[in-house]
């Protein structure tokens, strides 16, 4: 018989006596204070999936010797709950976190889950703590997912333990101004065959010390490079666009392909749709150089360039440091002081009137 997997109709509450007060939305930031209550879901491979819980947000309690803290078997997500005008809370295009948490786990021998249960779970969760969305344009409520290795064993095989759990951050908006970010030559983030393609924490710890140095001289964060040819990948949690006009002539938004060593991101993924749902400019998944770019902006064939990701939705590079030299980008030839580009700043409002449920959406979940 199988064992049990995720049921929702299992879940169980247990409220807290202490509840929080709501922050004041003008002190949020991002990733710190938490709301009331927690969700965990426990799973053994004799025993399966356990009945999701709802419990006080606190501490968990982990065996000293837990798969996770000796050889970091850990997965996340990132994900938020958006409230619009007229109140209801929304999520944006969930099932595509539960997919990349899926994959995430089974790279790390974390056991398989029922996607829909699980969103089923955390809708549950965001609605207890409903009180915590913010209701001003711009403002949400951070959901993350963590899927830890529990098993109590220093024998390197798979952990026959593991803890799923998701807590909630209320999140003031990104603060809007342009980054600059250090082309790295001597540090990677992936690398083919590699798991840049997986959100694991196993990919962030060893980016911190390159990400801090390159902050101390100044920059905000790295932008990957791989190979001897200097292929542009992704920046620290950003997936990066160019928005340029070819040698050839052909004005086209470009990404990185989805080959193994770039995070897939849904805020990527929901651009290069209404960028081809547009169809005003090509729109290419392909790899561009660092030379590449190089050339492009003595050029002067660069319009703009942006990460993009859940925490700050598009974010505009003005700076690139590479091999010595600071690059400029252009942000927006009419206006000296703006923090967006044009296309940049049209597909965040695209992208933010859907989130916030202004323009109706199917990728648009009411809990
Ligand atoms: C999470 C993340 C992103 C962005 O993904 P979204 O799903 O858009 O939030 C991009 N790159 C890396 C390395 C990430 O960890």
Not at 297 to 303: F, K, P, T
Request: charged letters at 20%; proline letters at 8%; glycine letters at 8%.
């Amino acid at each position: 018989m199988a064992l049990p997997n995720i049921d929702a109709s299992k879940l169980t509450k247990t409220l807290t006596t202490a509840p929080k007060p709501v922050p004041d939305s003008k002190t949020l930031t991002f990733g710190k204070g938490f709301t009331d209550h927690m969700l965990c879901i426990r799973y053994t491979e004799d025993d399966g999936w356990s009945a999701p819980e709802i419990k006080p947000y606190g501490p968990l309690e982990i065996d000293p010797a837990a798969f996770v803290l000796n050889y970091g078997v850990e997965a996340f997500e990132g994900m938020k709950a958006f409230r619009a005008a007229d109140g209801t809370v929304n999520l944006f295009r969930p099932e595509m976190n539960m997919r990349r948490l899926s994959t995430s786990a089974q790279r790390l021998m974390l056991p398989a889950f029922d996607e829909e249960q699980f969103l089923e779970c955390i809708k549950e969760l965001v609605r207890l703590d409903e009180r915590f969305v913010p209701s001003e344009y711009g403002y949400s409520l951070y959901i993350r997912p963590n899927f830890i290795g529990t098993e109590p064993n220093l024998n390197l095989k798979y952990s026959r333990e593991a803890l799923l759990y998701v807590y909630l951050s209320p999140a003031g908006p990104y603060f809007p101004r342009t980054v600059k970010l250090h082309a790295s030559t001597t540090d990677a983030r992936a690398w083919p065959g590699g798991v840049g393609s997986f959100k694991v924490g196993g990919n962030y710890a060893p980016a911190l010390r390159p990400a801090m140095d390159c902050v101390k001289a100044g920059y905000d964060q790295i932008l990957w490079l791989l190979g001897d040819d200097h292929y542009v990948t992704e920046v620290g949690t950003m997936n990066f666009f160019i928005f340029w006009t070819t040698p050839e002539g052909v004005r086209e938004l470009v990404t990185a392909p989805l080959d193994g060593i770039i995070l897939p991101g849904v805020t990527r993924d929901s651009l290069l749709a209404l960028a081809r749902k547009w169809g005003d400019f090509a729109v290419s998944e392909r790899r561009v150089t660092m030379p590449e770019l190089v050339q492009a902006l003595a050029d002067g064939r660069v319009l703009e360039a942006f990460g993009a990701g859940t925490a700050c939705v598009v974010c505009s590079v003005a700076t690139i440091l590479y091999k010595g030299v600071d690059y400029q980008i252009p942000v927006d030839p009419a206006d000296p002081d703006a923090v967006y580009g044009p296309l940049t700043a049209r597909l965040r409002s695209e992208l933010l009137d859907i989130q916030y449920g202004k323009t109706p959406s199917p990728w648009t979940v009411s809990i």
